[in-house]
Nanobody, 116 residues
Framework: QVQLVESGGGLVQPGGSLRLSCAASGSINRFLNMGWYRQAPGNTRELVARIISGGNTNYADSVKGRFTISRDNAKNMLYLQMNSLKPEDTAVYYC??????????WGQGTQVTVSS
């Protein structure tokens, strides 16, 4: 069974930065792609950023130029560098992975709150 564990969330002021991490149990080479999603109270879960096994990335329009997704295969880690944070970025952020059999997996989430 695949386990994904997020960390790095917390309270940050507008304009600040935060780096989220996702630790996977076992090699992340087994994943077709990995990504970060977020969900605010009362809202649906939305894609924030995704990285494909070959390294290509895509981002939600709302975070382009501010967020950067990356992965470290040697450490079995996925990261999300979040800069110039805004109050509307406040949400629970979830790590996601899809394996080569198109099976999806989710972490439990980490809270990010952007407030002055």
């Amino acid at each position: 069974q695949v386990q994904l564990v997020e960390s790095g969330g917390g309270l940050v002021q507008p304009g600040g930065s935060l780096r989220l991490s996702c630790a996977a149990s076992g090699s992340i080479n087994r994943f077709l792609n990995m990504g970060w999603y977020r969900q605010a109270p009362g809202n649906t879960r939305e894609l924030v950023a995704r990285i494909i096994s070959g390294g290509n990335t895509n981002y939600a329009d709302s975070v382009k130029g501010r967020f950067t997704i990356s992965r470290d295969n040697a450490k079995n880690m996925l990261y999300l560098q979040m800069n110039s944070l805004k109050p509307e970025d406040t949400a629970v952020y979830y790590c996601n992975a899809v394996d080569w059999g198109i099976q999806g997996y989710w972490g439990q989430g980490t809270q990010v709150t952007v407030s002055s």
